[in-house]
């Protein structure tokens, strides 16, 4: 007997980012993290790196014209209830990509400022944070800076909590409506700051002891979408996110000699493990 398909409607998101060669971040993490919280993804492709856990060796760009086109067709067919943003590299592309965004109507947009790679490499060129801030940040529901992203984004030094809770309100100004200043970067447990433009609120994280990070602020925002194309309200889509990536940390294992990725699959690997006792 063959099966026939499911006619209840599927959740989508896009992402909008580059590829990583080592499918620890970028395109790559994103579609897992769709997959594993079932959602369908699709994806706009902005640049293709070669990299793997120990850094990133080159960088091509995709044509503008062809970023463009990858939005429009997958729009056209397919559609999106949320899209979320990663790397894209130039002024260019950034502005291809929100004028884009606008045209379709994009309302469930989560902004990762993708600015350094987790080896250290450049990921977004200087003149594109301008274009970011003027033409991306105002379309977004949600953006998610780490301490280092937020201080450029706001131009002010976080050395402090009421450090950073400026900088969100900085960040906040620009057009987003909700900031997630993330708390990795920050000694203790990795707490993150969330300001919806009249109120902070802290979610509490637990420091993991692992070197297996790549791909945490990709992974971490594709949930925050992946929540949000479901119908999750923004809060809680937040909320989530941060206990699946905490979970995806601390299930996590090495394939590389750097930085190996999360595991994107933790509810997946755990069900597997328990079938095989």
């Known amino acids: 007997m063959v099966d026939t398909p499911r006619n209840t409607p599927v959740a989508k998101a896009m ?9 620890g ?7 897992k993290t769709f997959a594993a919280l079932g959602v369908y993804g699709t994806s706009c492709l902005t640049a293709v790196t070669a990299q793997n856990t120990t850094g990133v060796f080159a960088i091509a760009e995709v044509p503008e014209e062809v970023v463009a ?35 379709w109507e994009v309302d469930r947009l989560v902004v990762d400022p993708v600015m350094v790679a987790k080896s250290g490499d450049f990921l977004l060129q200087e003149d594109a944070v301008q274009s970011l801030v003027i033409a991306l940040l105002p379309l977004a529901m949600v953006v998610t800076p780490n301490i280092p ?4 984004l706001s131009g002010i030094t976080i050395d402090s909590p009421s450090a950073k809770r ?3 309100k900085a960040i906040a100004a620009f057009g987003p409506r909700i900031v997630v200043i993330k708390g990795g970067h920050t000694d203790g447990d990795p707490d993150d700051l969330v300001f919806d433009g009249s109120d902070f609120t802290t979610l509490p ?6 070197r297996n990070t790549h791909g945490t602020g990709c992974t971490f925002s594709a949930a925050i979408a992946a929540g949000l194309a479901l119908g999750d309200e923004p809060l809680d889509a937040i909320a989530r996110a941060k206990d699946y990536i905490s979970l995806a940390l601390e299930q996590s294992y090495a394939i590389g000699s750097g930085h190996s990725p999360v595991n994107h699959f933790p509810m997946a690997d755990a069900l597997l493990r328990k079938e095989s006792r």
């Open 15 to 23: 992402t909008i980012a580059g590829s990583d060669s080592g499918a």
């Open 25 to 31: 971040a970028g395109i790559q993490a994103d579609l």
């Open 69 to 103: 086109a990858q939005i429009d067709v997958v729009f056209q067919d397919i559609g999106a209830q949320a899209v979320k943003t990663g790397m894209l590299s130039g002024a260019p592309i950034v502005r291809v990509v929100a004028d884009r965004l606008e045209a």
């Open 149 to 152: 992203e937020a201080q450029v």
């Open 166 to 168: 400026d900088a969100a």
């Open 205 to 210: 994280g637990k420091r993991i002891n692992t």
